[in-house]
Nanobody, 116 residues
């Protein structure tokens, strides 16, 4: 399983750091990342990182968000800076065995709310 933490309420322009820890039942992971879903909208990619270090970001977060993992790739982080109102969403951590394919595992989601 994947367990997220770090969501909350922040003012526009502020920062948050999300974490997602993979439990022992999650294995052979080569791709970890974050998606988000705002009310009334479809879930969308935020950022993904694969085992060789390559990462990809949604255009809307490039230059503001940074995805990283710990050395063992058991935890993935999302540092979010210069937050905007439109970043408000439930953020979901995902992990998969195959790079850039659909994720095999998902977290329960953590709410991020950006206020004016």
């Amino acid at each position: 399983q994947l367990v997220e933490s770090g969501g909350g309420l922040v003012q526009a322009g502020g920062s948050l750091n999300l974490s997602c820890a993979a439990s022992g039942s999650v294995f052979q992971i080569n791709d970890m990342g974050w998606y988000r879903q705002a009310p009334g909208k479809q879930r969308e990619l935020v950022a993904r990182t694969i085992r060789d270090g390559a990462s990809m970001y949604a255009n809307s977060v490039k230059g503001r968000f940074t995805i990283s993992t710990d050395k063992g790739r058991n935890t993935v982080y999302l540092q979010m800076n210069s937050l905007k109102l439109e970043d408000t969403a439930v953020y979901y951590c995902g992990a998969g065995r195959f790079a850039f394919m659909s994720y095999d595992y998902w977290g329960q989601g953590t709410q991020v709310t950006v206020s004016s």
